[in-house]
């Protein structure tokens, strides 16, 4: 079973942290959400998020794919972070999957991994980085890295992550189950 690191940073975007954990596990895909401390998490619009655990118990295990939610100042919380930016080193070094949505592909881009890569980001996001190929479009995949716009893109970006970690026939039951037509 894939298993999936989902990093809660204070002020972090609800819509797309829990879109993603809660799609991520109907795939029946191990998920750890990871809050930066050991408090729950007030997220950008005053939603109380509490986290599987804290992230450094979650640095102890292994997994195959990590996920930045977006929002502000969740995005820069998670910049500021340099055991996120290291974990982001290590998985992409190990050529793990790396995703991030919203804003949070900035962190990507803060890292290094983004560069002369294709990516999507909330309008705006990526413009201090001319060395991202960016791309205006709700998922971005580029290699190992996967990219998405917003919170009205989540779905979306839950559902591919679903696809490159358990298959197209699971994301499909997976999404027939959301009823989204």
């Known amino acids: 079973m894939p298993k999936v690191l989902v990093p809660l940073a204070q002020g972090c975007e609800e819509i797309e942290a829990v879109t993603v954990i809660d799609i991520l596990r109907r795939a029946k895909i191990e998920v750890t959400s990871a809050g ?54 290590k998985m992409s070094a190990q050529g793990k999957h790396v ?9 990507l881009a803060t890292a ?34 996967v990219t998405s716009r917003g919170p009205g893109t989540a779905m979306d970006f839950a559902l591919a992550l679903v696809e490159l970690l358990s298959g197209k026939r699971v994301r499909d039951e997976v999404e027939a189950g959301l009823v989204r037509a």
């Open 36 to 89: 930066l401390d050991r408090h729950p998490v007030r997220a950008s619009r005053g939603v109380m998020l509490l986290p599987d655990t804290d992230l450094d118990s979650a640095l102890q295990q292994e997994f195959d794919m990590v996920v930045l939610p977006g929002g502000q100042p969740g995005t820069n919380n998670l910049k500021a972070d340099p055991r996120i930016i290291g974990l982001l080193h």
């Open 99 to 107: 995703a991030a949505i919203c804003a949070a592909p900035s962190v």
């Open 112 to 145: 290094g991994l983004l560069d002369h890569k294709h990516a999507t980001s909330f309008p705006g996001s990526l413009d201090a980085f001319p060395q991202v190929q960016q791309k205006n479009l709700a998922v971005v995949i580029d290699g190992k890295l």
